[in-house]
């Protein structure tokens, strides 16, 4: 199970968002004994919404109490996109993000090896095109320029393959950490999801693996897909790959309903709301997860819990404990 545990455990160390992003090894260390403390092994994570916008020349403000933001992108007007260059693998390993995030993964490899796994942080191509444009823009050329929009997707693309091609190369594999946030049904429709986020996703998720810069894939399939969670049935996998979307309409998206439909390619990440983690009882937590668990544990290729999305920085243990109970209580398989 995993409760994707990140600035959660700023706060169970007293300590505040800002000194948690700010400091990559230190947050490594405050999040894998955070995960020790609730006695799970998830891998250790170190990521945030706004990577790869410094990289490009973005500023980015840092913040004491939410992850750093981009204030200045990169790309100002539509004709900027067609001068706009991808970075190389090796370019993107030595700039600030990765800088970051390295130092990070080193830390839980030389320190936590039993919770390392050599992820890279990308959210999907749409993700990628708003911190080089602001959403405005995007999603305005979305309507009166879409071909701009693919033009910036594409490079997206090529970017995310270059920079699951640097982890690896420093690692000898890579999880690549995709799917889409933005890219979802409260803000695009489901031609404009296909359009600009599965096709470009799927592109890259596919250059990635030609590059042996595998093989983990996490599709994490932020908030609501109910109309287009059907499209990711036919993404390309690997033996590797894991499935997780958030939610179907206002409600959890139901583990029942996931392993239907990617059981039998991958496997299946149920999930607990978020914000029941973060305002919920203990037993409200319990009960979904116990609902989630026992609709989705007999997936073909395995099935994990854990939470929708980030654990909110200042949920109560006490309801991270309750879903780590459930785990335990209701994820038990029979013996024969």
Known sequence: MDPIILSHAASVFKKNVGYFWQNPAEAMRMVCHTCEMYDVTPVGHYLYADYWGEDYGAKVKVQANSPPGITKRPIKDAADVDNFEVLSPEDLAKGPTLTKHFEALDTCHKEFPQMFAPITQLGGTMEVATNWASIDDVFMWMITEPEVVDKLTTKASDHMANACKATANRYGANVMITGSVIASGDLMDRDQIKRFSYNPVSKAV?????????????????????????????????????????????????????????????????????????????????????????????SPRGFIIGTSCECPTNAPPANVHALVKAARDFGKYEKF
């Open 206 to 298: 596919r250059k990635m693996m030609n590059a042996g810069a595998g093989p983990g894939v996490y599709y994490h399939l932020c908030g609501n897909h109910s109309d287009d969670f059907d499209l990711w049935k036919d993404a390309p996998m690997s033996p590797f790959t894991v499935v997780q979307i958030g939610y179907d309409g206002k409600d959890i998206f139901p583990s029942s309903k996931l392993v239907e439909n990617f059981g039998n390619r991958c496997t299946c990440f149920g999930t607990v709301d978020t914000k029941l983690v973060d305002r919920g009882t203990q037993k409200q937590v319990y009960e979904q997860a116990k609902e989630q668990i026992l609709a989705g544990k007999d």
